[in-house]
């Protein structure tokens, strides 16, 4: 397999398990790295070496950080007692471009899958609990992917949540803003419709 | 719905071929392993992206070429039709349905419709359950291309709470319970969408299924299809719970839609073990037949039907009747030996060491002489 001398095929090796990434493509940019000037190499590596040593996840909701809490949970601005519980960091970066919602996050870190060997213990619901009534919630929304994994962890913490007494919601699925109904598959159109609302003038 | 033309790059056997076909019946012959039925499987891969005799798709790949290119010309609904395929050699596939790329396979589905009479299709009588499943769902999909989210919902929803209960060990404890709780929700939900599914199903196929049966058998006979799903009746939901201990125990979902069957019989005996090889073959032509009948009634156009190697089983009266009782549509049968009498091709085919010649006779036979 390996036609590469040592060093090269390492860097392809590497490269070629971060996702996203074929075998060709770490070929590819292996053989792009080794092309480059050495400073902007050397950059690179650095770029990683730091963002390993400073990101860290944030102690109370577990998003990226640097430092103890991340940008959101030490902003005093943003509402204390709504919760929105993401899959990962990058979903709340979604959210956020959306302005909509001025509340905290929780990150779980991944979504339950039994084949992947993912149950409530390997992602940040125990943490989830143990934040309720220090910070007063009073609204959690679930906002996983609309997929069946996403949809199951929803309906977990749907159930552990609901008896104490706080606002637990889903996030509604539906048809995309500006775009035509006729482009719309149609199991989304489906969902839309099933969850459709009674028209307030 | 019609394939007036098609083109083969390196699929199966062929570096390169092209292939017209009749708007009525076109005949494939030449001898076994000449690659009659690469032939059809290309028109098969075109709708549904998949081998009918259950090739993996890299082995449709012609061996030593780096992908397969099919495409077809022909019309649907009164319009031009042009479906153009790639397949690479690790498997991974390419479609354009008028020149448009689809976003999902899914959307390919109902494209272009096809019904297959194999030899295999023995195995839908004689075979286990498994093979009456996989008929049925097949056959929900071509209806309606929905049910293929309703089919892949229950497989990962399964596969999952499957997972979990091989992971407990047989003991439950309250967090494993409160998991195993939202899988059962999800299962009882997605198990039953697909049970009635089922059940609407066969209740519009039996019918079907009496009339095909006396067509193609030699005698007529009382046909009965049963969907034998007690979970449903009882509501699933409720037998997971009560199954709950048994499935932790064994580390399975003992009870659902995947352990469905179709109860199959000829008069009173049960097809599968009670009657002859003769009667079994009748009885899996007439479910495809039924089945072909179904999707024509529910689409409005008749499937491209594919006959292949189906006539050195039946005798020619048989055959006969078999090519009568079809729906109208476009037909495309493959045979190493004789036509049977009752055939007569708009275009016959030959193949002959990965060389095809088409003979039209001069005066296209129409009606009945």
């Known amino acids: 397999m390996s036609v590469y001398t040592g060093a090269v095929q390492d860097l392809i090796d590497e490269l070629g398990r971060l996702p996203g990434v074929g075998p060709k493509s770490a070929q590819r940019i292996a053989f792009h790295l080794l092309k480059i000037p050495t400073v902007d190499a050397v950059r690179l590596a650095r770029a990683i070496t730091e963002a390993k040593e400073r990101v860290t996840f944030c102690e109370r909701c577990f998003n990226l950080a640097e430092g103890t809490l991340c940008g959101i949970c030490s902003d005093d601005r943003r509402e204390p007692h709504v919760l929105c519980v993401v899959e990962e960091s990058r979903d709340i970066v979604a959210v956020e471009r959306t302005r909509e919602y001025r509340g905290r996050y929780h990150v779980l870190q991944g979504a339950i899958s039994p084949i992947e060997g993912i149950g409530p213990d390997q992602l940040k619901v125990k943490e989830l609990l143990a934040r309720i009534d220090p910070e007063g919630v009073t609204e959690v929304i679930l906002c996983t992917n609309p997929n069946i994994e996403g949809e199951a962890t929803a309906m977990y913490l749907g159930r552990l949540l609901s008896p104490l007494g706080l606002t637990v919601t889903r996030i509604a699925s539906g048809l995309p803003v500006g775009g035509d109904l006729e482009y719309a598959d149609e199991l989304t159109l489906g969902r839309a419709l099933e969850g459709r609302r009674s028209f307030d003038s | ?369």
């Open chain 2, 1 to 369: 719905m019609r394939v007036d033309r098609l083109w083969l790059t390196d699929f199966r056997s062929y570096a390169s071929a092209e292939l017209q076909l009749a708007p009525g019946l076109t005949a494939v012959v030449g001898a076994n392993g000449e690659g009659k039925t690469n032939l059809v499987e290309a028109i098969v891969f075109l709708a549904t992206l998949g081998s009918f005799r259950g090739a993996p798709n890299d082995a449709l790949v012609r061996l030593g070429a780096h992908q397969a290119v099919v495409r077809a010309e022909g019309e649907r609904d009164g319009r031009a039709l042009l479906i153009e395929a790639e397949l690479a050699a690790g498997g991974r596939s390419r479609v354009l349905v008028n020149r448009q790329r689809l976003a999902r396979t899914r959307d390919l589905l109902g494209a272009l419709r096809v019904t297959v009479f194999a030899p295999d299709d023995l195995e839908l009588v004689k075979g286990g359950p498994a093979e009456r499943r996989r008929y049925l769902d097949d056959l929900l999909v071509a209806v309606d291309p929905r049910h293929d989210r309703t089919r892949s919902d229950l497989d990962r929803v399964l596969r999952q709470r499957n997972a979990l209960l091989k992971q407990v060990g047989g003991r439950l404890d309250p967090d494993a319970a409160a998991t195993l709780d939202v899988w059962d929700t999800r299962l009882a939900t997605a198990g039953a969408a697909l049970g009635r599914a089922r059940r609407e199903l066969v209740a519009n196929l039996a019918p079907l299924l009496g009339s095909a049966y006396d067509a193609v058998a030699s005698e007529a006979a009382e046909v009965h299809i049963v969907h034998a799903s007690e979970w449903l009746d009882q509501g699933y939901a409720e037998v997971l719970a009560e199954g709950r201990a048994a499935d932790v125990r064994r580390g399975l979902t003992l009870i659902g839609p995947h352990r469905d069957d179709v109860e199959l019989s000829i008069g009173p005996m049960p097809a599968r073990t009670h009657v002859s090889q003769g009667e079994q073959r009748s009885l899996a032509f007439a479910l495809r037949m039924a089945g072909h009948t179904l999707v024509t009634a529910e689409v409005g156009s008749p499937p491209v039907l594919v006959l292949d190697d189906v006539f050195s089983e039946l005798d020619s009266g048989r055959s006969d009747s078999l090519l009568e009782a079809l729906p109208i549509g476009q037909t495309i049968l493959t045979t190493a030996g004789r036509l049977p009498p009752g055939a007569r091709p708009q275009l016959t085919v030959r193949v002959a060491g990965g060389d095809l010649t088409t003979d039209s006779p001069g005066v296209p036979p129409v009606g009945t002489a």
